[in-house]
């Protein structure tokens, strides 16, 4: 085979496996940019909205801001500081007689990037880290609900069980019945429960409820590189 016939032929190779090497390297800058963020991983947030089971109804939306930045398994930088995350009120129950406190759930619903793009994602409250004045030692339970204080177990014991102690100090059923009417009556009467409040400027707790992929375009990936 001659020289000639030989280059020609590594240049029709040559350009048939150019489109293969295209795709290749388009693969490759797309994983580049690709951040994963496991379901599980914990996000500290500034609220910026107050919310309270006493004035926030169902639908209410709710803006906080990323604290620290979010690292992905392998330790890049897939959330700087300062990213904006929102949610909304999805249950509210203002707090009642008996001692019962007011409830409130948040769903964390949209995460938006510095350039402005928007990705839906899942997740609820886990834990109050700090709270201004006015937040009532409201606290988050397993379920993902903020929850105001109430009575304690050991203050409604006393306030239901003295009638009831008394009345069978005295003996007999009349004054039985009468002492458990006296009860039902004492527990309804049990100190309101306090609402659930975080007032703006409180530091709270987020976890992922599910796998969040973030794509970033070429120019936000370099960027991100160099914080």
Do not use: C
Not at 8 to 21: G, H, N, R, W
Not at 78 to 89: C, F, Q, Y
């Amino acid at each position: 085979m001659g020289r000639n016939t030989l280059k020609i032929l590594l240049a029709v190779l040559s350009v048939a496996a150019l489109p293969a090497m295209v795709r290749a390297q388009t693969s490759l800058a797309a994983a580049q940019n690709q951040y994963w963020i496991p379901e599980g991983t914990e996000f500290k947030l500034a609220l910026h909205t107050a919310i309270s089971s006493k004035t926030s109804k169902k639908g209410d939306i709710v803006i906080t801001t990323l604290l620290d930045p979010v690292y992905t398994v392998d330790d890049r930088v897939a959330l700087p500081k300062g990213v904006r995350i929102d949610g909304r009120v999805q249950e509210v129950h203002g707090a009642r007689h008996r001692g019962k406190g007011g409830q409130l759930y948040v769903l964390f619903d949209t995460l938006e990037l510095p350039s402005g793009q928007k990705i839906a994602i899942n997740g609820s409250l886990t834990e109050v880290f700090s709270s201004r004045e006015g937040g009532n030692g409201s606290k988050v339970d397993a379920e993902g609900d903020l929850k105001g204080g109430g009575a304690s177990h050991v203050k409604q014991a006393v306030i239901i069980g003295a009638p009831v102690a008394i009345g069978g100090a005295a003996g007999g059923m009349a004054g039985g019945i009468a002492a458990g009417v006296a009860g039902l009556a004492a527990a309804y009467f049990l100190p309101k429960g306090k609402q659930a409040v975080l007032p703006a400027g409180s530091l709270v707790g987020m976890r992922l409820d599910r796998d969040l992929t973030i794509t970033l375009p070429p120019e936000n990936n370099k960027a991100q590189a160099l914080k």
